[in-house]
């Protein structure tokens, strides 16, 4: 009988528990349902919200990208090759050197002749220093000046019996060959612009041994020319200047050319 009872019992509440459950499992349900709702409207706000720099961040290795191929490209200067060095014999000091009766003096000349020089040489595209004779850019014990090629200008004495003009080189020269070829290619144009012979015979120790080709760098290829003498060759240096210039112009010109002017 116990037993019974207790089966009818069982048998009676069996409905209001599935009820409940069926109750327990819709709200369930429902919550899920409000969760997936609320989860999916927090995800679209987050993404409506989303800071504008967090997205303008997301193309910028795209424009780094695209950027890199019109960088500025490394341009590497052109060296500017340094200038020709002309000196003045006797300039910039009380030495005038040679002198003519009449008043005509070296120094003038060469002074005058290393202007007119210096013009026709920057007319060509060339850069020129002009060096007075004891000029502080020499030095004995430096050496440290080192333009591109350097002729220092004299003229002979004021005599009649010689005639000509005459260009050498050191005779203890550390780049014999560029100073031989400066040398040539100095003589051979300025023979062909003056018209004046080779002077061969007096070339003296005063020209070898000359103080300003030991007093620049050792490799600058470096010569010495007398213009002509003071008396033979009076009306051409005191009168056609321009003639001179032109034949000391056009030899240095050869020798940067590269010319062997043999
Ligand atoms: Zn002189």
Same mark, same amino acid.
């Given at each position: 009988?116990?037993?019974?009872?207790?089966?009818?019992?069982?048998?009676?509440?069996?409905?209001?528990?599935?009820?409940?459950?069926?109750?327990?499992?819709?709200?369930?349900?429902?919550?899920?349902?409000?969760?997936?709702?609320?989860?999916?409207?927090?995800?679209?706000?987050?993404?409506?919200?989303?800071?504008?720099?967090?997205?303008?961040?997301?193309?910028?290795?795209?424009?780094?990208?695209?950027?890199?191929?019109?960088?500025?490209?490394?341009?590497?200067?052109?060296?500017?090759?340094?200038?020709?060095?002309?000196?003045?014999?006797?300039?910039?000091?009380? =030495?005038?050197?040679?002198?003519?009766?009449?008043?005509?003096?070296?120094?003038?000349?060469?002074? =005058?002749?290393?202007?007119?020089?210096?013009?026709?040489?920057?007319?060509?595209?060339?850069?020129?220093?002009?060096?007075?004779?004891?000029?502080?850019?020499?030095?004995?014990?430096?050496?440290?000046?080192?333009?591109?090629?350097?002729?220092?200008?004299?003229?002979?004495?004021?005599?009649?019996?010689?005639?000509?003009?005459?260009?050498?080189?050191?005779?203890?020269?550390?780049?014999?060959?560029?100073?031989?070829?400066?040398t040539h290619c100095v003589s051979?144009?300025?023979?062909?612009?003056?018209?004046?012979?080779?002077?061969?015979?007096?070339?003296?120790?005063?020209?070898?041994?000359?103080?300003?080709?030991?007093?620049?760098?050792?490799?600058?290829?470096?010569?010495?020319?007398?213009?002509?003498?003071?008396?033979?060759?009076?009306?051409?240096?005191?009168?056609?200047? =321009?003639?001179?210039?032109?034949?000391?112009? =056009?030899?240095?010109?050869?020798?940067?050319?590269?010319?062997?002017?043999?």
């Amino acid at each position: 009988m116990g037993i019974e009872r207790l089966s009818d019992l069982e048998e009676e509440s069996r409905p209001l528990i599935r009820r409940r459950a069926l109750e327990w499992l819709s709200h369930f349900f429902l919550i899920a349902a409000g969760v997936v709702l609320f989860a999916t409207l927090v995800s679209i706000v987050f993404v409506a919200r989303r800071p504008p720099e967090v997205v303008a961040m997301v193309p910028a290795p795209i424009q780094t990208l695209i950027q890199l191929p019109t960088a500025t490209p490394t341009i590497t200067p052109t060296p500017v090759p340094p200038p020709i060095a002309l000196l003045a014999g006797h300039s910039g000091g009380a =030495d005038t050197g040679a002198i003519c009766p009449d008043g005509l003096r070296e120094v003038d000349i060469t002074t =005058d002749v290393a202007a007119r020089a210096k013009v026709i040489l920057e007319s060509r595209g060339y850069r020129v220093d002009i060096l007075a004779e004891f000029d502080q850019r020499l030095s004995a014990t430096r050496r440290d000046y080192s333009p591109r090629a350097f002729l220092a200008i004299h003229v002979d004495s004021c005599i009649y019996y010689a005639s000509g003009y005459k260009v050498a080189r050191a005779e203890f020269s550390a780049n014999p060959e560029e100073d031989d070829r400066l040398t040539h290619c100095v003589s051979t144009a300025y023979a062909a612009a003056t018209q004046l012979p080779f002077h061969a015979g007096s070339i003296t120790r005063d020209m070898t041994h000359y103080h300003a080709l030991n007093e620049i760098d050792a490799q600058t290829p470096a010569a010495i020319i007398e213009l002509g003498f003071l008396g033979s060759e009076h009306d051409l240096l005191k009168n056609k200047r =321009d003639v001179l210039a032109t034949g000391i112009s =056009d030899g240095i010109d050869s020798f940067l050319r590269g010319m062997t002017c043999q």
